[in-house]
């Protein structure tokens, strides 16, 4: 079954412009990871964030985790259209080392240049 | 980064046959790998996960019999789809993650069409 749930499903944006995605999951974590996935492609890891972590920051990638709300979010500045891709959060249940990790639904973000 | 190899990136098989997919880690050792099965413009589903060595695990609706695993090393695991039926088209991902990883490494994924 699903773990996370992202929102929106679909993203068009300009070049230079903003592109926010958020994800919401069901269960305590031990971390929150975000992957891309371009069309037809295998999934590559982009950033890990702990449930003790509040925010961070890779290059033009910004996460935030609120483990209260069980939510997350991935910023993109300065959007290009090389970030033309889906964006997929993922979650590994807590105490469950080993476990696969279960991926949200993900968001297809489009850039226009 | 790891790398991970999945090959065929595609394979086109008539309804009956059998279609090996092979995942290889290429420059770690990945003792624990996944398997994932994704339709279009969806997420990815969990199918199995399959340790070195041992009996993959099967998640709840998936047939082992009809999707065998096999993690004969620590850098090669093998899905095979028996007795392919239309309805097994998909795009498969394999993915792998070192011992204590956090992370995971994906293959570039197997699409698979049964005429």
């Known amino acids: 079954s699903q773990q996370g749930e992202e929102d929106p499903q679909a993203l068009s944006i300009q070049e230079g412009e903003n592109a926010t995605m958020n994800c919401s999951y069901k269960?305590?974590?031990?971390?929150l990871q975000w992957y891309r996935q371009n069309s037809g492609r295998g999934l590559v890891h982009l950033i890990l964030?702990?449930?003790?972590?509040r925010e961070k920051h890779s290059g033009r990638l910004r996460v935030t985790l609120d483990t209260s709300k069980k939510s997350s979010s991935l910023l993109i500045t300065a959007s290009r259209a090389a970030d033309t891709a889906s964006y997929f959060c993922?979650?590994?249940?807590?105490?469950?080392?080993?476990?696969?990790?279960?991926f949200g639904k993900g968001t297809t973000l489009s850039v226009s240049s | 980064g790891a790398v991970v190899s999945q090959h065929p990136s595609w394979v086109i098989c008539k309804s009956g046959t059998s279609v090996k997919i092979e995942c290889r880690s290429l420059?770690?050792?990945?003792?624990?790998m996944f398997w994932y099965r994704q339709f279009p413009k969806q997420s990815l589903m969990l199918m199995a996960t399959s340790n070195e060595g041992s009996k993959a695990t099967y998640e709840q609706g998936v047939e082992k019999d009809k999707f065998l695993i096999n993690h004969a090393s620590l850098t090669l695991s093998t899905l095979t789809v028996t007795s392919a039926h239309p309805e097994d088209s998909s795009f498969y991902i394999c993915s792998a993650r070192e011992r204590g990883g956090e992370k995971l490494f994906f293959g570039s994924g197997t699409q698979l069409s049964v005429l």
């Open positions: 993922a979650t590994r249940r807590a105490n469950q080392a080993g476990t696969a990790l279960i």
């Open positions: 964030i702990r449930s003790n972590e």
């Open positions: 269960t305590s974590i031990n971390n």
């Open positions: 420059d770690f050792q990945a003792t624990t």
